[in-house]
């Protein structure tokens, strides 16, 4: 019954995306799968923070809480090439030339901003570069291989 309710849920989620602004419309259903996911998901503390993962309409999806008062920080939905702003793989590919997009992620905060986030590798080095929604590619740390 539960995976109904979220298939349903998902469905009309992304139905709704298409035709109005997809962003809070998303942010809001992923709140609403979360609170009915809560007693059945499995939640784990990292220091700060507690975090759980599921699927959300097929995608590999973690929710992320405030350890110490239990406030939503935000989404993260891992997401293909084709769902990054507009030029980013190109911008990406310029800035880093040789270098390889490995992970890409959604990240949606507690008031429904999105950023993105991606990986790139080269060799033995890993890069984390943040994308504005508006596409902007920069620097935003380096992690381990």
């Not at 349903?8 to 809070?24: E, K, M, P, R, Y």
């Not at 030339?97 to 080269?122: A, E, H, L, P, Q």
């Not at 994308?131 to 920069?138: A, D, L, N, P, Y």
């Amino acid at each position: 019954m539960k995976k109904l309710l979220l298939a349903s849920i998902a469905l009309v989620a992304l139905t709704t995306a298409c035709f109005a602004g997809a962003n809070d419309v998303l942010f809001k259903t992923l709140k609403n799968a979360v609170s009915s996911l809560k007693t059945t998901t499995v939640w784990t503390t990292e220091g700060s923070f507690k975090r759980a993962e599921f699927n959300f309409s097929g995608k590999a999806t973690r929710v992320f809480y405030d350890a110490d008062d239990n406030s939503l920080i935000g989404f993260s939905i891992s997401i293909g090439l084709d769902e990054l702003p507009a030029g980013v793989t190109d911008d990406i590919q310029k800035k880093y030339s040789g270098w390889d997009i490995t992970d890409k992620i959604m990240f949606i905060d507690d008031n429904g901003r999105t950023d993105y986030y991606v990986k790139v590798t080269k060799d033995n080095r890993s890069l984390a570069l943040s994308v504005s929604g508006k596409g902007k590619v920069h620097f935003y740390s380096k992690m381990p291989y």
